[in-house]
């Protein structure tokens, strides 16, 4: 059986595991190791909305031109009436003038792809295809970390960057992942010109109100030419036996989007989307989420989790991945403390606090945004009860 030692080993290859990988190098000459379960040209996940706080942590790892280049830039999110397509107001969701970043539309693979290029180019490793099975042991000198490779890896720390189903999450605390009770539905790459010609009297981005929920229509590809149309809504929960038929349903997935937005006082452009058009890219997804943590590391301080091993939350609030980098680079600058070693637990009390605090008004800030996209009428009452 292969033993290895490294410094710093981090589960999960994602985003917050390259992000930190970065921070760690980069901004501290610290090497570290990823160990990360898919293959390197795994095209899992969907387009994501970066906001200013998550690309000035990719402009400090110094990958924020090239993925300028990839994604859609805007600025400004309409909000709009679906019956009267008047537009009811604006909001920035990045502005250059007023968070130096605009906001970018882009997949989540390619952010991905763009980290590990550039954690490559420092001389980061990253193991592709290895699982994490188990932290095996943890003490004062050292964490022993378990591989479906049969590799036994031994190591000063062990970060969890291993997303929403954390393997290592289980060795500082094991916890029952809690269902948001919002679904949602996303369209992703329609060609715009295909699309009905009603969507030239909209300005994009937008959110669009309707009586039956709201649907999110985001340009993407970097000029904008394909068009993403996503909307979340309140669900009933369900087994997850019954989660995984429905994932694997697509006449009970177009049912249930057109109950919701064919039956008229949409835009044609929507509508026909949903009873004719239905994309090849269509997702649905149940948003489960990590409860509050009592604490982000172990107690003897050699394992840590960030991420959303640490808080997934539903994506109402665009802000999963920028509170993944937010952890990454505050996470480096802990660790790279002259005496993190000698104090980790203090060091990481203080991180772990000031985190929490971040994260919670973030969480708030995503859960109200679920309230606001809720239709007041009896129309979702009624299917919830159902
Ligand atoms: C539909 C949807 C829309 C979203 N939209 C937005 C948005 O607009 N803006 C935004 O900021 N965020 C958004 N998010 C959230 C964002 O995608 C996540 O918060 C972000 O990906 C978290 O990064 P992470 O690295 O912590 O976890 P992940 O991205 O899940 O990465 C975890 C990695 O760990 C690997 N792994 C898992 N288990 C093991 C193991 N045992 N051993 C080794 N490797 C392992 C996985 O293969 C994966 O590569 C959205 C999420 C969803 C589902």
């Not at 959110?207 to 993403?228: H, R, Y």
Request: glycine share 8%; aromatic share 10%.
């Amino acid at each position: 059986m292969d033993r290895a030692t490294s410094k710093v080993t981090i589960v999960g290859g994602g985003l917050a595991g390259p992000a930190l990988a970065l921070c760690l190098k980069k901004q501290h000459g610290i090497m570290s190791t990823v160990y990360e379960s898919r293959s390197e040209d795994d095209e899992g996940g969907v387009n994501i909305a970066l906001a200013p706080n998550a690309l000035r942590v990719m402009q400090h790892i110094g990958v924020y031109d090239e993925l300028r280049t990839i994604g859609y830039s805007y600025e400004e999110m309409s909000m709009t009436s679906a019956r009267t397509g008047q537009q009811l107001g604006s909001f920035f969701n990045g502005s250059e003038q007023h968070y130096n970043f605009a906001a970018l539309r882009i997949h989540r693979r390619e952010v991905q792809a763009t980290l590990r290029r550039e954690a490559r180019a420092q001389g980061i490793e990253i193991h592709f295809n290895v699982k994490l099975l188990r932290v095996v042991e943890e003490t004062e000198k050292m964490v022993k970390l378990e591989f479906d490779n049969g590799e036994i890896v031994e190591t000063e720390f062990a970060i969890a960057a291993d997303g929403i189903y954390s393997r290592v999450r289980k060795h500082v605390l094991d916890v029952e992942l809690q269902y948001s009770g919002f679904v949602g539905i996303l369209g992703m790459y329609m060609e715009r010109k295909l699309l009905d010609e009603s969507i030239k009297n909209f300005q994009l981005p937008m959110f669009c109100f309707g009586n039956t929920g709201m649907v999110a229509v985001f340009p993407c590809k970097n000029l904008g030419t394909e068009i993403d149309m996503f909307s979340t809504f309140p669900y009933p929960a369900r087994s997850r036996e019954a989660w995984e038929a429905l994932a694997n349903n697509k006449e009970e997935k177009q049912a249930i989007m057109m109950e919701k937005y064919s039956r008229g006082g949409w835009p044609e452009f929507i509508s026909r989307v949903y009873k004719e058009h239905v994309p090849k890219n269509l997702y649905f997804n149940e948003f489960f989420e990590v409860p509050p943590l009592e604490r982000w590391s172990s107690p003897i301080g050699r394992v840590i989790v960030l991420g959303d091993a640490a808080h997934a939350m539903s994506p109402q609030g665009g802000q999963g991945a920028a509170m993944a980098f937010e952890d990454a680079e505050t996470l480096a600058f802990t660790i790279a403390r002259p005496n993190f070693n000698s104090n980790r637990p203090k060091y990481l009390r203080a991180w772990e606090q000031h985190r929490k605090q971040r994260v919670a008004e973030v969480k708030a800030y995503t859960d109200r945004n679920g309230k606001l996209r809720t239709p007041s009428n009896n129309y979702v009452m009624q299917l919830v009860k159902d």
